[in-house]
């Protein structure tokens, strides 16, 4: 064959195949539509061909239960499947063809004359003499087959005709690939705005400008404008005026960053108020990285605001009762650093707050003898969460001192590990004055009683004591005188009488005068007086009383003589009115520091749980008058049984009693 022959040829069917393509290329310019685009293409092809019938089959998959002609065209007097519609049941026949087609990327000719026949069914239902096919691959989705049929007569094309079409149909699919995409993104945002419109959300879009190009109807609803009035720049109208510029500023540096970003402002409601939003926004990116603008999704946070704001009023409010509390509170960690103090503790203190958190240790601001009762109840208070009731004597920043009294729980973790003490002090110190003159006053009226009872005492001894005693003398001059005379022995016994009642009101005013105040205290000391009482009250109950003396340094202060005296009286007068005892003993040591006597009996003792109210008054008593001397007293059921009644009153330093 001449060179010079085959050259204008093939420069023939290149322009040719130039120039389909070309007008497949317009088609799918001319048109978003994909239906318009694909017949557009059938119908090139068509003219192209010279052919009957162009269609598209769907889906060209051998295991599929049917198939069907989304699109064809044709010449009027040869209809195809698209004019009967529905599904065609798959056969083996087709079946093969589309194995066939899906192994080659090359188009295949069927007809009488060549290597690939018409399926009989295909034949029979729509007159085909011969025909193209060749499978689409777009993708998206399963393969589709693209074909032609001659139906007037069988036409067998050449290899110019084939490569055409083949062409055509890689056109075809790249072609399908952007319509596809193209409907299902269309799809995708109708999808997207149906399902954004429902949304109880606001929903906006902006492009890459900071536009707003897309508002929600609840957005719309929200602030009772249309999508045009929000377009653009027109939704800063609805936002509050104060915030306007602070979103704005914080909106624009968020785009230029290309970041996503969160914000709070004040949106104008339909009804004119304005409702806090929380407004979080993405940016969009295409499958290539390149920006595309932002989405962003916003809730109305009203509630959640008015919320936090109550919340910090009551915050304020708990904290400004917390700092100006009547009481002082604290915190301590577990190494007993003060990590929390109100302004009460402060002012009492003379501290400042940076002077004291997290710098200062506790048992650095108290005294020695309440460092070691913090040594000793800190760790109880980390184990057992509490205590109750604690006297600490804490040290201020000039140095004086105030006592305090303080309760504590423990904060724990979820691990049940200690985090920090939380306490409660209340400066005692209004009533431990209030306390020391009540005693003093006490002891006063103690003394002023005692003095009372003991000028009693003298008056009743000195004037009616004198007054008994002369008539105990008249009486005993009027029985002589009566005895002298027979006549008037009659009288005698009625002079006898008077003379006993003289007797009987001696001896009861012998007993008042004891009763106020021993003599035998005043003259002859504490230890006489100790056994004197003892003598008479075996004398009078029968129950056997016994004094011992361990040490006795002689001369003992008034005060305390009578303190002593009147709690042995006392716990002489329990053990016959409560102990059934046989026998008690008084024991009396006198040393230079410190005086202790103890009484103690063999009786039934005292039970156990006994409340306040049951408690004898005098024992209330001798506690009373142990108080007063700064003493000690306790209450006890010694190991072989009965009760025990102890007391310890120290004495004033060098031996100098308090006069």
């Given at each position: 064959?001449n060179t010079?022959?085959?050259?204008p040829?093939?420069?023939?069917h290149?322009?040719?195949?130039?120039?389909v393509?070309d007008?497949?290329?317009?088609?799918?310019?001319?048109?978003e539509?994909?239906?318009?685009v694909?017949?557009s293409?059938?119908?090139?092809v068509?003219?192209?061909?010279?052919?009957?019938?162009a269609?598209?089959?769907?889906?060209?998959?051998?295991?599929?239960?049917s198939?069907?002609?989304?699109l064809?065209?044709t010449?009027?007097?040869?209809p195809?499947?698209?004019?009967l519609?529905g599904?065609?049941?798959?056969?083996?026949?087709?079946?093969?063809?589309?194995?066939?087609?899906?192994?080659t990327?090359?188009?295949?000719?069927?007809?009488?004359?060549?290597?690939?026949?018409?399926?009989?069914?295909?034949?029979?239902?729509?007159?085909?003499?011969s025909?193209?096919?060749?499978?689409?691959?777009?993708?998206?989705?399963?393969?589709?087959?693209?074909?032609?049929?001659?139906?007037?007569s069988?036409?067998?094309?050449?290899?110019?005709?084939?490569?055409?079409?083949?062409?055509i149909?890689?056109?075809?699919?790249?072609?399908?690939?952007?319509?596809?995409?193209?409907?299902?993104?269309?799809?995708s945002?109708?999808?997207?705005?149906?399902?954004?419109d429902?949304?109880?959300?606001?929903?906006?879009?902006?492009?890459?400008r900071?536009?707003g190009?897309?508002?929600?109807r609840?957005?719309l609803e929200?602030?009772?404008?249309?999508?045009?009035q929000?377009?653009?720049?027109g939704?800063?109208e609805?936002?509050?005026?104060?915030?306007?510029?602070?979103c704005?500023?914080?909106?624009?540096?968020?785009?230029?960053?290309?970041?996503k970003?969160?914000?709070?402002?004040?949106l104008?409601?339909?009804?004119?108020?304005?409702?806090?939003?929380?407004?979080?926004?993405?940016?969009?990116?295409?499958?290539?990285?390149?920006?595309?603008?932002?989405?962003?999704?916003?809730?109305?946070?009203?509630?959640?605001?008015?919320?936090e704001?109550l919340?910090?009023?009551?915050?304020?409010e708990i904290?400004d009762?917390?700092?100006?509390?009547?009481c002082?509170?604290?915190?301590?960690?577990?190494?007993?650093?003060?990590?929390?103090?109100?302004?009460?503790?402060l002012?009492?203190?003379?501290?400042t707050?940076?002077?004291?958190?997290?710098?200062?240790?506790?048992?650095?601001i108290?005294?020695?003898?309440?460092?070691?009762?913090?040594r000793?109840?800190?760790p109880?208070?980390?184990?057992?969460?509490?205590?109750?009731?604690?006297?600490?004597?804490?040290?201020?920043?000039?140095?004086?001192?105030f006592?305090?009294?303080?309760?504590?729980?423990?904060?724990?973790?979820?691990s049940?590990?200690?985090?920090?003490?939380?306490s409660t002090?209340?400066?005692?110190?209004?009533?431990?004055?209030?306390e020391?003159?009540?005693?003093?006053?006490?002891a006063?009226?103690?003394?002023?009683?005692?003095?009372?009872?003991?000028?009693?005492?003298?008056?009743?001894h000195?004037d009616?004591?004198?007054?008994?005693?002369?008539?105990?003398?008249?009486?005993?001059?009027?029985?002589t005188?009566?005895?002298?005379?027979?006549?008037t022995?009659?009288?005698?016994d009625?002079?006898?009488?008077?003379?006993?009642?003289?007797?009987?009101?001696t001896?009861?005013?012998?007993?008042?005068?004891t009763g106020?105040?021993?003599t035998?205290?005043?003259?002859?000391?504490?230890?006489?007086?100790?056994e004197?009482?003892?003598?008479?009250?075996?004398?009078?109950?029968?129950?056997?009383?016994?004094?011992n003396?361990?040490?006795?340094?002689?001369?003992?202060?008034?005060?305390?003589?009578?303190?002593?005296?009147?709690?042995?009286q006392?716990?002489?007068?329990n053990?016959?009115?409560?102990?059934?005892?046989?026998?008690v003993?008084i024991?009396f040591?006198?040393?230079?520091e410190?005086?202790v006597?103890?009484?103690?009996?063999?009786?039934?003792?005292?039970?156990?749980?006994?409340t306040?109210?049951s408690?004898?008054?005098?024992?209330?008593?001798?506690?009373?008058?142990?108080?007063?001397?700064?003493?000690?007293?306790?209450?006890d059921?010694?190991?072989?049984?009965?009760?025990?009644?102890?007391?310890?009153?120290?004495?004033?330093?060098?031996?100098a009693?308090?006069?």
């Amino acid at each position: 064959m001449n060179t010079d022959r085959l050259l204008p040829q093939e420069l023939s069917h290149r322009l040719r195949l130039l120039d389909v393509l070309d007008r497949i290329t317009q088609a799918g310019f001319a048109s978003e539509n994909m239906e318009d685009v694909l017949s557009s293409v059938l119908d090139l092809v068509l003219d192209v061909f010279d052919a009957d019938r162009a269609w598209f089959l769907y889906p060209c998959d051998p295991d599929a239960p049917s198939w069907h002609v989304p699109l064809e065209r044709t010449r009027p007097e040869w209809p195809g499947q698209f004019t009967l519609g529905g599904e065609i049941a798959m056969t083996n026949d087709v079946s093969k063809v589309f194995s066939e087609l899906l192994r080659t990327n090359a188009t295949i000719q069927f007809g009488t004359h060549t290597d690939h026949t018409t399926p009989q069914s295909v034949v029979e239902q729509f007159s085909v003499k011969s025909q193209l096919q060749i499978a689409l691959r777009p993708k998206i989705g399963n393969a589709w087959v693209f074909g032609l049929h001659h139906c007037k007569s069988e036409v067998m094309h050449d290899e110019e005709d084939m490569h055409l079409f083949t062409a055509i149909a890689h056109r075809i699919s790249d072609t399908l690939n952007v319509l596809i995409s193209t409907r299902q993104l269309r799809e995708s945002e109708v999808r997207f705005r149906n399902l954004a419109d429902h949304a109880p959300a606001l929903i906006w879009m902006a492009d890459t400008r900071n536009l707003g190009t897309w508002y929600n109807r609840r957005w719309l609803e929200y602030t009772g404008r249309t999508l045009g009035q929000e377009l653009g720049f027109g939704w800063i109208e609805g936002m509050h005026p104060d915030d306007r510029q602070r979103c704005a500023t914080f909106c624009q540096t968020a785009f230029d960053g290309q970041q996503k970003f969160d914000m709070e402002f004040r949106l104008r409601r339909a009804d004119g108020t304005y409702g806090w939003i929380a407004d979080t926004g993405t940016p969009r990116f295409d499958e290539h990285g390149i920006f595309l603008g932002y989405i962003g999704y916003c809730w109305d946070i009203t509630e959640r605001k008015q919320a936090e704001e109550l919340l910090f009023k009551s915050s304020e409010e708990i904290k400004d009762l917390y700092n100006n509390a009547p009481c002082g509170y604290h915190s301590l960690d577990k190494d007993g650093i003060i990590r929390r103090i109100n302004d009460t503790e402060l002012a009492w203190l003379g501290y400042t707050r940076d002077e004291v958190i997290g710098k200062i240790k506790w048992p650095d601001i108290i005294t020695p003898a309440s460092q070691q009762i913090f040594r000793e109840n800190f760790p109880r208070l980390m184990k057992q969460g509490f205590i109750y009731e604690l006297e600490i004597e804490i040290i201020r920043k000039d140095g004086t001192i105030f006592t305090s009294l303080i309760n504590a729980t423990a904060i724990y973790d979820s691990s049940g590990d200690f985090v920090m003490s939380r306490s409660t002090i209340i400066n005692i110190d209004g009533r431990k004055l209030a306390e020391r003159q009540l005693h003093n006053l006490a002891a006063h009226l103690q003394t002023v009683r005692e003095e009372e009872k003991a000028g009693i005492s003298r008056e009743i001894h000195d004037d009616l004591g004198g007054t008994l005693t002369a008539l105990k003398i008249e009486a005993h001059w009027l029985k002589t005188e009566l005895s002298a005379n027979k006549k008037t022995i009659p009288l005698l016994d009625h002079v006898e009488s008077m003379s006993q009642l003289i007797n009987n009101a001696t001896a009861a005013m012998r007993n008042i005068i004891t009763g106020l105040r021993p003599t035998v205290l005043d003259d002859l000391g504490l230890l006489a007086a100790l056994e004197w009482q003892a003598a008479q009250f075996y004398k009078r109950t029968g129950i056997r009383c016994l004094v011992n003396c361990i040490g006795d340094k002689g001369d003992l202060d008034k005060q305390y003589s009578i303190a002593l005296f009147r709690i042995s009286q006392e716990a002489l007068t329990n053990v016959l009115r409560h102990s059934g005892a046989s026998r008690v003993e008084i024991e009396f040591h006198h040393s230079d520091e410190e005086i202790v006597m103890s009484v103690i009996d063999n009786g039934r003792g005292m039970t156990k749980n006994r409340t306040e109210a049951s408690i004898p008054y005098g024992i209330h008593g001798m506690r009373e008058r142990v108080d007063q001397l700064g003493g000690r007293i306790s209450f006890d059921i010694p190991p072989g049984g009965g009760f025990n009644v102890t007391v310890i009153l120290p004495l004033p330093a060098n031996g100098a009693e308090e006069t």
